[in-house]
Structures are given as structure tokens and as C-alpha cells.
């Protein structure tokens, strides 16, 4: 078996890239609004919404999908190249497309498909990136 090597820091870095980046595409400069509209939420109900718990456990997953990603890229030759197709492969791959099936049982919108699996697609290339290059 080949020596695996993970760099914590990057990981680290990796999981508060999805609040970054979660930051932003879930902001009004990209679709907050629309995000809202097709989940049918009101500013109540999203005001009602307790933080500590919504992002203190968005960090967590993050950190499992992160560590995940690291050791699938854990190899010597890893390159970014390769950490950016494999954020790919497994974003799109399995994550984006379990995403899909799930929602056409529950009937969403095509529009609501495309917002949550943009936001997935991103984040895994980018991670991929960053667990790539910070070697």
C-alpha cells in the first residue's frame, strides 16, 4: 500500500471553503432569492433559523468531506490537475447526481436542481483544488 499523506491544515482550509463559498452563492449577489423562492421559505421562517446549529454543523460535514476527499488524493504523484478531476468525479459523479434523484421523488424544480448542484459542483472542484496543490 502507497503512503497516504493528508494535510490537516489543507482539510481544515477545504471545510471553511464551503461556508466561503456558501457565503457567496447563497448570497443576493447570486441566488439567495431564488434559493428562497423555490424552497417556498420566508424571511420569518429563515430569521427563525438557528446559526450556531445550521453552520456549526455545516463545518463539521464539511471537515468528513473534506478528510474524504484527502484521502482519496492522499497519493504521492497527486497533482492539482488530478484534484480538481477527482473534486469533479465525486462532486458530479455521485454526489450531484444523487442529489437529482432525490429531488425529482420530491418534485422540485429544475431551477432548485441547478442552484444546490452548481453550489456542490464548485466546492468539490474547488477543495480538489486546494487538496491538489497543498501538498
Known amino acids: 500500500m502507497?503512503?497516504?499523506?493528508?494535510?490537516?491544515?489543507?482539510v481544515f482550509v477545504c471545510a471553511v471553503m464551503?461556508?466561503?463559498?456558501?457565503?457567496?452563492?447563497?448570497?443576493?449577489?447570486?441566488?439567495a432569492k431564488s434559493w428562497q423562492r423555490e424552497n417556498g421559505l420566508t424571511d420569518e421562517q429563515l430569521a427563525k433559523a438557528n446559526p450556531l446549529k445550521i453552520f456549526g454543523l455545516?463545518?463539521?460535514?464539511?471537515l468528513?468531506?473534506?478528510?474524504?476527499?484527502?484521502?482519496?488524493?492522499?497519493?504521492p504523484g497527486t497533482t492539482w490537475q488530478w484534484g480538481v478531476a477527482?473534486?469533479?468525479?465525486?462532486?458530479?459523479?455521485?454526489?450531484?447526481?444523487?442529489?437529482?434523484i432525490i429531488a425529482l421523488f420530491e418534485q422540485r424544480s429544475w431551477k432548485?436542481?441547478?442552484?444546490?448542484c452548481g453550489y456542490v459542483t464548485v466546492y468539490f472542484a474547488v477543495i480538489g483544488f486546494i487538496l491538489g496543490i497543498w501538498r
Request: proline fraction near 2%; avoid cysteine.
Open 58 to 62: 455545516t463545518f463539521l460535514l464539511a
Open 112 to 116: 432548485y436542481m441547478a442552484i444546490n
Open 86 to 100: 477527482a473534486g469533479l468525479l465525486a462532486g458530479v459523479g455521485w454526489v450531484v447526481t444523487q442529489f437529482i
Open 18 to 31: 464551503s461556508l466561503v463559498i456558501g457565503g457567496v452563492w447563497w448570497s443576493p449577489l447570486l441566488f
Open 64 to 75: 468528513i468531506i473534506s478528510y474524504n476527499l484527502a484521502f482519496f488524493l492522499g497519493a
Open 2 to 10: 502507497e503512503n497516504i499523506y493528508i494535510n490537516h491544515i489543507a
